[in-house]
């Protein structure tokens, strides 16, 4: 520290016990011996300290953010703190506190117990509807009409979901490519309904598609959170350039900002559409974005208050889950490290606890009995990542 600061009080303003995560990036883990062994040299020299992460947290909602690179963040903010995500006390706080002891006087109190965990048990969800079921809900102003694709902060919107629509108004013989060079994180190519493919600002941006003209081609546009350190922290989201088929700059643009968080807050336990669910032919392991509902299983008879859980999503791919219309973050679970959702105490009811899941690639739900979720008592955010994605 003496190095950057001759003179003067000797202040580390970020200690970190931990560090964070990213999708498909092993889960980061620093040793307790570590951390103490570099906190004590500190402290020995009489240098102030201030540690980040002491406690781990959670990214709900769209909060994630992401590295240059571009590296997107996990929903679990845990970081391997002393205090976990969930409050609890681990044998990392308890040996950091041993070295502080040596040089200051902590109180002689008991350590605060972890906080009660409940297993809720499994849930069984249904399919409430596709993205083109509730298209008219989830943007009830409809779309905006360009010439081009504008970008999601000219929308109006800061986070979420949006759909670019254009008809396709060229004649083209063969299969063509079709990029999008400038995805905002990622897009969902749908044709006529069909689910064709993913592109990702991560590349590839483009891909080969069979159409014609007067199909409709549908690009469903994730954000996946915004780089938050360094140069590039002004990013833009949605589609930020020119589309092109054939080297053919597409033209006349329908936009539609999915207004998923105030949709989902207004589906009650055990609602369901009122008509036929669109299931439209999928590709290869691809299909539509669909929302699926469930409630959850009430309190045992012996547990009369809601207590803190996790949510299993082991079997679905990737997207956003909520509770009782409380947004708990982007689920990936075919990316991994993270499995669990966090899911406190406080959202919850005693019973008719609703959740959903706006599930944008594949769900496990061939059969009824393998369309579920688990709520279990532990954080599971440590599960092997592919070794490509």
């Excluded at 011996?33 to 201030?50: E, H, I, P, Q, W």
């Excluded at 109190?109 to 849930?123: E, N, R, S, V």
């Excluded at 013989?173 to 749908?190: A, C």
């Excluded at 080969?208 to 549908?218: A, E």
Aim: with cysteine; aromatic share 10%; proline share 7%.
């Amino acid at each position: 520290m003496r190095k950057f600061q001759p003179h003067g009080p000797l202040v580390n303003s970020e200690f970190y016990p931990g560090w964070f995560d990213h999708w498909g990036m092993n889960h980061s883990k620093v040793a307790a011996d570590k951390v103490t062994f570099t906190l004590d040299k500190m402290l020995a020299a009489g240098a102030s300290v201030n540690m980040y992460m002491f406690e781990g947290g959670t990214n709900f909602g769209y909060w994630s953010g992401a590295n240059s690179g571009y590296n997107p963040q996990t929903t679990s903010y845990d970081y391997d703190a002393p205090l976990t995500e969930a409050g609890d006390p681990t044998d990392k706080l308890m040996a950091i506190r041993s070295v502080i002891k040596k040089y200051a006087k902590i109180p002689d109190i008991p350590m605060p117990p972890a906080t009660q965990k409940l297993a809720y048990g499994q849930t069984q969800l249904t399919a409430y509807g596709s993205l083109y079921d509730v298209l008219d809900k989830l943007t009830p102003y409809g779309p905006i009409k360009t010439d081009y694709p504008i970008t999601m902060e000219a929308m109006q919107q800061n986070f979420g979901y949006m759909m670019y629509r254009t008809t396709i108004a060229i004649t083209v013989k063969n299969t063509t490519l079709l990029d999008i060079p400038g995805i905002k994180d990622q897009g969902y190519i749908i044709i006529n309904k069909v689910p064709m493919g993913i592109v990702n600002r991560n590349k590839p941006t483009g891909l080969n598609v069979t159409v014609s003209k007067g199909d409709i081609l549908d690009i469903v546009v994730g954000n996946q959170g915004r780089i938050n350190y360094g140069s590039l922290i002004a990013d833009m989201k949605g589609i930020i350039s020119n589309v092109t088929l054939g080297g053919t700059i597409l033209k006349g643009f329908e936009i539609y900002s999915l207004q998923l968080d105030e949709f989902v807050s207004n589906i009650k336990p055990k609602s369901v559409l009122g008509f036929a669910i669109t299931r439209p032919r999928h590709q290869a392991q691809l299909s539509v974005p669909t929302l699926y509902t469930g409630t959850m299983p009430d309190l045992p008879p012996d547990i009369t208050q809601p207590r803190d859980t996790f949510l299993k999503m082991s079997g679905w791919t990737k997207g956003q889950a909520f509770i009782n219309g409380f947004n708990l973050g982007r689920y990936w679970p075919a990316r991994g490290p993270q499995i669990t959702l966090y899911v406190p105490a406080t959202i919850l009811k005693p019973k008719d606890n609703v959740i959903v899941l706006f599930e944008l690639e594949t769900a496990p739900c061939n059969t009824a009995s393998s369309c579920t979720v688990d709520f279990i008592d532990r954080a599971i955010l440590n599960a092997t990542v592919p070794s490509k994605h």
